[in-house]
T-cell receptor, first 114, second 112 residues
Framework: EPEVTQTPSHQVTQMGQEVILRCVPI?????FYWYRQILGQKVEFLVS????????KSEIFDDQFSVERPDGSNFTLKIRSTKLEDSAMYFC????????????FGPGTRLTVT | DAKTTQPTSMDCAEGRAANLPCNHS???????VYWYRQIHSQGPQYIIH???NNETNEMASLIITEDRKSSTLILPHATLRDTAVYYC?????????????FGKGTLLTVNP
């Protein structure tokens, strides 16, 4: 069964460093998303991406964040200058569109900023 | 998207049906009810969704009341591996805006 994959599973970085979180969505899906979950809190939407551009972003997704689909398979989230409060689980998701609206999530990347 | 209300937690005995309620009294006519679950900080897992008819798949059944103001997710024979936080999410389908807004959900604990 096709699934969303994410790498790395755990990333430790120092405050102020740049990180790139990587995702491989399900191959025929058209819509891509990033969510995050701070420990003990709700899952929060960050950004959605369709047709090579951002379709919606939340207030959390400020200028420090960017997304890219560099090729036909990868979808990345970059945080330019990490802060302590960026420590969280980051989940990538994809959905097919065209009536297939359920989103399938990856296992997540645990980002720890020290 | 309409707001949902779910109990904070529920218990269920292994092998019995788990019935998880959700209130969504402000749901509008073009909004769907989605259910996801999250097992111990793993990625949320899609379970089922529906508009107004009852739905069933290999994981669960979804019963939506006739007025659409509430719904119940039914896991027919709960197992220990069904212990998870279950999220009821109401979402419209406007344009390409498919984001999911998660609440706190219901922590279902399946007991042996």
């Amino acid at each position: 069964e096709p699934e969303v994959t994410q790498t790395p599973s755990h990333q430790v970085t120092q405050m102020g460093q740049e990180v790139i979180l990587r995702c491989v969505p399900i191959s025929n899906h058209l819509y891509f998303y990033w969510y995050r979950q701070i420990l003990g809190q709700k899952v929060e939407f960050l950004v959605s991406f369709y047709n090579n551009e951002i379709s919606e972003k939340s207030e959390i997704f400020d200028d420090q964040f960017s997304v890219e689909r560099p090729d036909g398979s990868n979808f990345t989230l970059k945080i330019r200058s990490t802060k302590l409060e960026d420590s969280a689980m980051y989940f990538c998701a994809s959905s097919g569109g065209q009536g297939v609206t359920e989103q399938y999530f990856g296992p997540g990347t645990r980002l720890t900023v020290t | 998207d309409a707001k949902t209300t779910q109990p904070t937690s529920m218990d269920c005995a292994e092998g019995r049906a788990a019935n998880l309620p959700c209130n969504h009294s402000t749901i509008s006519g073009n909004e769907y009810v989605y259910w996801y679950r999250q097992i111990h900080s793993q990625g949320p897992q899609y379970i089922i969704h529906g508009l107004k008819n009852n739905e069933t798949n290999e994981m669960a059944s979804l019963i939506i009341t006739e007025d659409r103001k509430s719904s119940t997710l039914i896991l027919p024979h709960a197992t220990l591996r069904d212990t998870a936080v279950y999220y009821c999410i109401v979402r419209g389908l406007r344009g390409s805006n498919y984001k999911l807004t998660f609440g706190k959900g219901t922590l279902l604990t399946v007991n042996p």
